[in-house]
Every structure is written in structure tokens, then in C-alpha cells.
């Protein structure tokens, strides 16, 4: 083979090896170490289609774990009593979870002894000190409505709220009688809640189930009531006749129904009584 052939053949065989391998291209211009750049390149690659891999789980890991965490807030979203009727839609069961909430806060916790939680807040100060129920003083029988207010003296001179009180809670073991009220004023103005304002209380006979009654405690002797028994009961009618949305004159003594002297100052001086629902008026 002559020398011209020889080159021929060499350099044809050079332009097969740059097809099937460009690399080679190298070195055509010298570059005897593009071997070794390919070499230190090939575990870079390596290295960032690793970190883009973790980069990737670790983005589809906090994307899965968001939609878990969504879906169990969902969940607690639209969990509603049993009983509730079943939602077609995600939107109709936020709105039928939003009514229950409404209606359970609207009805859980905010009624107090029949009032509204509000309206109960702003009654004057007391002691509750309820009566044991039992059949002589506190039944335990429900108050569904109040037409009127009524307003007793305790009938026994020099004694204390306390002391009234103790006499209301021996029936239940003396079976005396059947007495009780609501409230007693004492004659310092203390005022002591002896039965809840959603239950009757054995006071006024014929108007159990539609009253609310006051027993006031008193030192002279034609039963006028001190400044400081007064002054409370003044503040206690007012709040209660705006609790029931009563008027003044839905304010009652013993005696106008059924003509018990009670309470006696009262009965006898007209004038004091009327004064005294003006003062309730005023307040």
C-alpha cells in the first residue's frame, strides 16, 4: 500500500471514530486531557441528579403531608351530631356545620335559671343559698312563665335573712307547712336567693306557677321596712320586671291575691305602696 493510501485509510478511519465517538474531537486540537474532564464531570452529574431526586421527595413529602393535614381539618370541619342530615356537597356540609355550631352556642351554657346569660349578669348582688329540694319548700317543679312579682314581709320582727332561711329549710324534716320564696330581703339590705328563678316556689297559693316572690325582713312593729331592706328591694324588682318585660304594676302584694294583710305595713298605707312602685319605676 503506498504512502498516499495509507494516509487515506488512516484519516477515513479518524472521521468514522468522530462519528461514533465526538469526544474524540478533542483531540484534534490537542486537549489530551478531555478524558480527564469527562471523567471529573461525570460524578458532578451524578451528584446533582442526586440532590435534585431528594429536592424532589422531599417537595412531593410536604406536599402529601399539606393534603393529609387539609383533609383532616376537613374532616373536623364537617363533623356534625348524628342525627344531622347528610350534606351533597362539600360547601352544603361547612354551611350545615356552621348552623350546628351557631345553634350549640346559642343554646349550651347561656341560659341561667331560665334568663338569658346576658340578662341574668346584670341582677343586683345576692348570696345563692338554695333550698334541699324537697316537698314542703322547694319541689323542684318548673317556673315556665312569670306574669307578676310578689312582695311578702316575713311576719316574724328582729329576724335575719339567714334565719328565715333556716325556717324554710326545717319544713322538709318538721312538715310544718308548706312555705317558701324566691328571695329574703334582710333588714340590712343583705339578699339571699333561696329557690332558682326556673322553679316555683310555695308562696302565694293559687299563683305558684306564674310568679316569682320576695319575702322582706323587717324591726318595727307595723312591719315598715328599714331603708336598707327598702333600697334592695327597689333594685331587685327593677331588675326583675326588666328580666320578664313586666311593667311596674305587674308588681303585686300578697294581699292582692286573696287578701292576706301581707305585707302589712303596706296594705295599710296605700300611699307607701304606690310610692314604692313609682320608686321601681324610677330607678
Keep these: 500500500m503506498t504512502q498516499e493510501n495509507r494516509s487515506g485509510r488512516q484519516a477515513e478511519i479518524h472521521i468514522t471514530q468522530m462519528r461514533r465517538n465526538p469526544y474524540l474531537a478533542d483531540y484534534s486540537t490537542g486537549n489530551r486531557n478531555a478524558d480527564k474532564n469527562i471523567n471529573r464531570n461525570t460524578p458532578r ?35 356534625v351530631p348524628a342525627g344531622t342530615a347528610e350534606a351533597s356537597t362539600p360547601m352544603e356540609a361547612i354551611d350545615m356545620a356552621q348552623q350546628v355550631g351557631k345553634g ?71 312538715h310544718e307547712r308548706s312555705a317558701s320564696a324566691h328571695f329574703i330581703i334582710g ?41 336598707e331592706t327598702y333600697d334592695s328591694l327597689i333594685r331587685l324588682l327593677r331588675w326583675l320586671i326588666d328580666a320578664y318585660e313586666l311593667e311596674p304594676e305587674d308588681i303585686l302584694r300578697h294581699y292582692d291575691c286573696g287578701g292576706k294583710k301581707c305585707p302589712i305595713y303596706y296594705t295599710e298605707h296605700e300611699d307607701a305602696w304606690e310610692r314604692l312602685k313609682e320608686d321601681v319605676k324610677n330607678l
Excluded at 451528584?47 to 403531608?65: E, G, N, P
Design 45 to 79: 452529574r451524578q451528584r446533582r441528579r442526586r440532590r435534585a431526586r431528594i429536592r424532589s421527595y422531599i417537595r412531593m413529602t410536604l406536599l402529601c403531608a399539606g393534603i393529609l393535614v387539609g383533609i383532616v381539618a376537613l374532616t373536623k370541619l364537617l363533623k
Design 104 to 174: 350549640t352556642e346559642n343554646t349550651t351554657g347561656t341560659r341561667i335559671q331560665g334568663l338569658s346569660a346576658e340578662t341574668y349578669a346584670a341582677h343586683p348582688d345576692w348570696t345563692e343559698d338554695f333550698l334541699t329540694v324537697n316537698e314542703y319548700s322547694r319541689p323542684g317543679d318548673p317556673l315556665t312563665e312569670v306574669n307578676n312579682i310578689f312582695v311578702h314581709y316575713t311576719a316574724n320582727p328582729g329576724t335575719s335573712a339567714a334565719q328565715n332561711r333556716s325556717y324554710f329549710e326545717q319544713l322538709k324534716d318538721n
Design 187 to 227: 333588714y340590712n339590705g343583705e339578699i339571699l336567693q333561696c329557690v332558682p328563678l326556673d322553679e316555683i316556689a310555695y308562696a302565694v297559693q293559687t299563683r305558684n306557677e306564674d310568679s316569682i316572690s320576695i319575702e322582706c325582713c323587717y324591726k318595727a312593729d307595723n312591719g315598715q321596712f328599714t331603708r
